[in-house]
Every structure is written in C-alpha cells, then in structure tokens.
C-alpha cells in the first residue's frame, strides 16, 4: 500500500525557516517524480515544486523560486522541502505528491498534509 | 502562472447531472492534453479523479467523465450521489514538469 506521511510543519515567525519531510512507503520511491502542493487556509491548490526521482531535476513555482529547495534522499525513501526566507502568505497545508505513471498528468497519491504557520 | 479558471460553485439534485468547467488559454489547457481533475472533501487530502483529460483510475465509477475543447476542460457528474458533495479542482501540465490547478469549485447536491 502506498503511504505518504509528511512531518515537519508548525509555527515559524516571518523570515524563518523551515524544514518538511515526508517518508514515502509501499512503492520504488526512486523510480517517481515526487511534487509538494500547498493549500491556504480555505483557499484552492497551489502546486509548488517537483523533483525528478533521481533528484537531478527540480522545479519551482514562480513565488517560491529562491526560497525553497526541494530534496530527496532515495536511501531513506524521503522527500524534502526546506522552506526559508517565509512569509506569511506562505502559509498552508503542505502536501507530498506522488507523480503517477499512468498517464502524464495523474498525481496519484497525496499524503494527509502538515501545517505551516508563518506568524509573528 | 495565473489560476485556472473555475465556476466557485455548482449545484444538482440527486440523480442529475452536473459539469463543471476549466479554463485555460494556450500555453497549459490548450496546448496539452494532460488535465485531471481532484476532489476534496473538507480537511481532507485531495483525490485524482481524472487524468489525461478523460482517464479514470481504478476504482473511480464511470459516473465521472471528463473532456476539453480548445481551452476549456470539463468534469461531468452524471447521476449526482450525495457523496459527491465536495470540492473539485483542475489542474493541467505545463511545460518543465511544472503544474497549475484551478481555482477551484463546490458542488452542492441539493
């Protein structure tokens, strides 16, 4: 069964850092593209990085590029997201993404989510 | 990389059919044939409904359809359940690996 657990959110003051993780299990971590997708309180989807399964290709939203870095550690079937320089608006759910192989555009699994709080 | 464009809400009584759109332009919805759809139930994680514009993953009921035409994406319910009650979001590829999602919509069964 495949299973993403992400840890690492909390509250954070503007200007801070942050670092999330999400262990992947269930499936060939190194063989997927893994996304993270982030989600304002009450607010839509806002789709923010990728990485390709080997970690040499990254991606980034517009808002995000140099302030997050995207990472992965195949030896430990992890993904991560350091988040730095926040802001408020930076804050929302965050959630790991598995990149399917069905198709072109089925991001098939989506762990539960972890809360980042940028606040003074 | 703006939004998709999506209706905020859409409604149906039980047994009707509902669709809801997405609008792009040329560069995302126009240009590729890589939409899906997701839905959400509140404080839940999303769920692919929709692939490739027309796909179903397993396990999603044929009650879901989807299409595009030029810019514009859509998913129909067909045969609204109570259960569909939720929130919907499309997204399409773009170029890079990149992705951008809609803006979201809420069906309502009446």
């Known amino acids: 069964e495949v299973q993403l657990v992400e840890s690492g959110g909390g509250l954070v003051q503007p200007g801070g850092s942050l670092r999330l993780s999400c262990a992947a299990s269930?499936?060939?971590?190194?063989?997927?593209?893994m996304h993270w997708v982030r989600q304002a309180p009450g607010k839509g989807l806002v789709w923010v990085s990728t990485?390709?399964?080997?970690?040499?290709?990254?991606k980034y939203v517009d808002s995000v590029e140099g302030r997050f870095t995207v990472s992965r550690d195949n030896t430990k079937n992890t993904l991560f997201l350091q988040m730095d320089s926040l802001r408020a608006d930076d804050t929302a759910v965050y959630y790991c993404?598995?990149?399917?192989?069905?198709?072109?555009?089925?991001?098939?699994?989506w762990g539960h989510g972890t809360l980042v709080t940028v606040s003074a | 990389q703006s939004a998709l464009t999506q209706p905020p809400s859409a409604s149906g009584s039980p047994g009707q059919s509902v669709t809801i759109s997405c609008t792009g332009g040329?560069?995302?919805?126009?240009?590729?044939?890589?939409v899906a759809w997701y839905q959400q139930y509140p404080g839940k994680a999303p769920k692919l409904i929709i692939y490739?514009?027309?796909k179903r993953p397993s396990g999603v009921p044929a009650r879901f359809s989807g299409s595009k035409s030029g810019d514009t994406a859509s998913l129909t319910l067909s045969g609204l359940q109570a259960e569909d009650e939720a929130d919907y979001y499309c997204?399409?590829?773009?170029?890079?690996?990149?992705?951008?999602f809609g803006t979201g919509t809420r069906v309502s069964v009446l």
């Open positions: 993404v598995r990149d399917g192989i069905a198709g072109f555009s089925d991001l098939d699994y």
């Open positions: 269930g499936f060939t971590f190194s063989d997927y593209w």
């Open positions: 990485i390709k399964g080997d970690g040499t290709g990254t």
């Open positions: 040329s560069s995302d919805v126009g240009l590729y044939n890589y």
């Open positions: 490739d514009v027309n």
């Open positions: 997204t399409s590829y773009l170029a890079y690996n990149k992705y951008v």
